[in-house]
């Protein structure tokens, strides 16, 4: 079946813009993660859903970062006047639930802020 | 958070087996070990998980330390595909979120 999608595989922008990065989770997973993570350093938490609620956004580093899951599926992460210090690899990760399940990785969204 | 702790690298020949450590000495009753991989350009990727018992799968084995503190991640083959960078992560209930660490990088020799 199909995997955990995310779109754009790349962005490029500039210091000061709004970006909006998509996750499209697997099919009925009601758990949903975002994690960013930087060269040569390993994945970093930002936020998990757990159906449309945001259960732990603990890992965003400050107000300019937000994400949403209206329907519980579709997520959106959405980062405001952006900083050339956020360019970094989004992933994004689907479980079945919350239950120290599985999670399905997505291959990412290059983010480039000139 | 209970944290992992595991060498920076490290190589084997291929179609060998390959013996990766990691220690968690300060693991709770309740944490989960899980091993995840990450292959060059792509997301993580899962491997296994165990609790208490060694368990397998089509991946590898995880043979866990009978005091908990420690676990091992077994290929029993490897190949040039499993080149990767291997994470042990410690999860609970209340906390699912995986912390990567830094990880070890596994490199193969043809």
């Known amino acids: 079946g199909a995997g955990v999608s995310q779109t754009p595989s790349n962005k490029v922008t500039e210091k000061g813009k709004y970006v909006e990065l998509r996750c499209d989770p697997i099919?009925?997973?009601?758990?949903l993660y975002w994690y960013r993570q930087s060269l040569g350093q390993g994945p970093e938490f930002l936020i998990y859903?757990?159906?449309?609620?945001?259960?732990?956004d603990s890992g965003l580093p400050n107000d300019r970062f937000f994400a949403v899951r209206p329907e519980g599926s579709v997520s959106t992460l959405k980062i405001q006047r952006t900083e050339r210090g956020d360019s970094a690899v989004y992933l994004c990760a689907s479980s079945l639930s919350r239950v120290v399940d599985t999670q399905y990785f997505g291959p990412g969204t290059r983010l480039t802020v000139l | 958070d209970a944290k992992t702790t595991q060498p920076n690298s490290m190589e084997s020949n291929e179609e060998e087996p390959v013996h990766l450590p990691c220690n968690h000495s300060?693991?709770?009753?309740?944490?989960?070990i899980h091993w995840y991989r990450q292959l060059p350009s792509q997301g993580p990727e899962y491997v296994i998980h165990g609790l208490t018992s060694n368990v397998n799968n089509r991946m590898a084995s995880l043979a866990i330390a009978e005091d908990r503190k420690s676990s091992t991640l077994i290929l029993h083959r490897a190949t040039l595909r499993d080149a990767a960078v291997y994470y042990c992560?410690?999860?609970?209930?209340?906390?699912?979120?995986?912390?990567f660490g830094t990880g070890t990088r596994l490199t193969i020799i043809p």
């Open positions: 099919s009925g997973h009601t758990a």
């Open positions: 859903f757990q159906g449309t609620g945001a259960a732990d």
């Open positions: 300060t693991i709770s009753g309740t944490d989960y």
């Open positions: 992560i410690l999860l609970s209930f209340g906390n699912e979120k995986l912390t």
